[in-house]
Nanobody
Framework: QVELVESGGGLVQAGGSLRLSCSASGRTFNRETVAWFRQAPGNDREFVAALFRGSSGIYYADSVKGRFTISRDNAKTTVYLQMNSLRPEDTGVYYC???????????????????WGQGTQVTVSS
């Protein structure tokens, strides 16, 4: 029912920037929790950033705090992840996730999200 599409990934040098986009056709992110997760080869999927219940709260993983910014464009039904000062350890597939009922204590648990995009590859060279 819900289709999420990520875009904006690519190959950049360390210290560079990328902006990822997450869009849902025919929907808005006004009242839903939208999060970014990432997964490197051989690693578990890890939390990156989230907008909790629309604009109720903004949360970041410690590893990206101060470098990444999550934001929302409600008119375009798009959530962005601005990624600055990229490091090789930021490399991975980045996924957009969405949930309508998620509570704050479950924000970091990927199993709690109902909908996922297909992911976009981010590669940071040293």
């Amino acid at each position: 029912q819900v289709e999420l599409v990520e875009s904006g990934g690519g190959l950049v040098q360390a210290g560079g920037s990328l902006r990822l986009s997450c869009s849902a056709s025919g929907r808005t992110f006004n009242r839903e929790t939208v999060a970014w997760f990432r997964q490197a080869p051989g690693n578990d999927r890890e939390f990156v950033a989230a907008l909790f219940r629309g604009s109720s709260g903004i949360y970041y993983a410690d590893s990206v705090k101060g470098r990444f910014t999550i934001s929302r464009d409600n008119a375009k039904t798009t959530v962005y992840l601005q990624m600055n000062s990229l490091r090789p350890e930021d490399t991975g597939v980045y996924y957009c996730a969405l949930d309508s009922r998620l509570i704050l204590s479950s924000l970091f648990d990927s199993r709690q999200y109902d909908y996922w995009g297909q992911g976009t590859q981010v590669t940071v060279s040293s």
